[in-house]
């Protein structure tokens, strides 16, 4: 088992009620099963994690890529520009 944080930027945050989740899941957990994970903690945010930017440890990672221990994951919504 390992330890990561999840931070939730702008209307996720809202969405969830809470800013900061600590979790403890199993070694080889991808970011995809987070997804699942938050969706099924946090309802609101279902469909709302299709569209985001994730970093872990400031770095963007993709749905397939797995969390370190101790990673430290942050999901941003898109920001448009033009």
Same mark, same amino acid.
């Given at each position: &088992?390992?330890?990561?944080?999840?931070?939730?930027?702008?209307?996720?945050?809202?969405?969830?009620?809470?800013?900061?989740? *600590?979790?403890?899941? *199993?070694?080889?957990?991808?970011?995809?099963? $987070?997804?699942?994970?938050?969706? =099924?903690?946090? *309802? @609101?945010?279902?469909?709302?994690? =299709? !569209?985001? &930017?994730?970093?872990? =440890?400031?770095?963007?990672?993709?749905?397939? =890529?797995?969390? !370190?221990?101790?990673?430290? $994951? @942050?999901?941003?919504? *898109?920001?448009?520009?033009?």
């Amino acid at each position: &088992m390992i330890n990561i944080e999840i931070s939730l930027y702008y209307h996720l945050k809202q969405k969830a009620g809470v800013g900061t989740i *600590p979790l403890h899941v *199993p070694e080889g957990t991808s970011i995809k099963e $987070i997804k699942l994970i938050l969706e =099924d903690t946090y *309802p @609101a945010l279902i469909t709302h994690l =299709d !569209n985001v &930017m994730i970093l872990q =440890d400031k770095k963007i990672v993709l749905d397939e =890529d797995v969390l !370190n221990e101790d990673a430290l $994951i @942050a999901f941003l919504t *898109p920001i448009g520009g033009g």
